[in-house]
T-cell receptor, first 116, second 115 residues
Framework: AQKVTQAQTEISVVEKEDVTLDCVYE???????LFWYKQPPSGELVFLIR??????QNEISGRYSWNFQKSTSSFNFTITASQVVDSAVYFC?????????????FGKGTKLSVIP | DAGVIQSPRHEVTEMGQEVTLRCKPI?????LFWYRQTMMRGLELLIY????????DSGMPEDRFSAKMPNASFSTLKIQPSEPRDSAVYFC?????????????FGPGTRLTVT
């Protein structure tokens, strides 16, 4: 069975602080995909990043960076110099890599509030 | 290119009424997914289609729920009769599995309230 745990239910930071959102996953598969989605107050789900299990390179996109560590089954997300527009619920998700296994298993989400 | 389109954005109905939610996927995408989001259960996959054919409907909660995809550009999720516990945000998502770009793109959601 697959499982995604986002232990931080809510985080509050002051603008310009760095913040890391944790994601720990469980799977028996050797190959899989990990995702992060953002859900701002307006409600839509916005795709941020996809990571393949065979690619452990960390990735940086502007103020966003992701740290994938297979050894600890973690895929953490860091926002550097946070801004008010980063306030949202962030979801980590997991998917099998095999054909016919397209279901995303989502974590419960972490609500990030960035205070001006 | 337009994203996934869902209608209506908000729906308020009385218990026992039929509700139909609509989705237009991104053009060229061959997979379509229906999800439900509630505070208690988070995001749950209800059903997904590949090339308009339902592949896995194991997440559909009851026979009151049905989904169709008559063509590549349109899908519906119907609840008949609706109940207060069906109140949730329903998302439609689409993706293209033909390449390595497999991520699902979500629509804005339909917020359903059943009174």
């Amino acid at each position: 069975a697959q499982k995604v745990t986002q232990a931080q239910t809510e985080i509050s930071v002051v603008e310009k602080e760095d913040v890391t959102l944790d994601c720990v996953y469980e799977t028996r598969d050797t190959t899989y995909y990990l995702f992060w989605y953002k859900q701002p107050p307006s409600g839509e789900l916005v795709f941020l990043i996809r990571r393949n299990s065979f690619d452990e390179q960390n990735e940086i996109s502007g103020r966003y960076s992701w740290n994938f560590q297979k050894s600890t089954s973690s895929f953490n997300f860091t926002i550097t110099a946070s801004q008010v527009v980063d306030s949202a619920v962030y979801f980590c998700a997991l998917r099998h890599s095999g054909a016919g296994s397209y279901q995303l298993t989502f974590g419960k989400g972490t609500k990030l509030s960035v205070i001006p | 290119d337009a994203g996934v389109i869902q209608s209506p954005r908000h729906e308020v109905t009385e218990m026992g009424q039929e509700v139909t939610l609509r989705c237009k996927p991104i053009s060229g995408h061959d997979y379509l997914f229906w999800y439900r989001q509630t505070m208690m259960r988070g995001l749950e996959l209800l059903i997904y289609f590949n090339n308009n054919v339902p592949i896995d409907d194991s997440g559909m909660p009851e026979d009151r729920f049905s989904a169709k995809m008559p063509n590549a550009s349109f899908s519906t999720l119907k609840i008949q009769p609706s109940e207060p516990r069906d109140s949730a945000v329903y998302f439609c998502a689409s993706s293209f599995m033909g390449t390595r770009q497999i991520e699902q793109y979500f629509g804005p959601g339909t917020r359903l309230t059943v009174t």
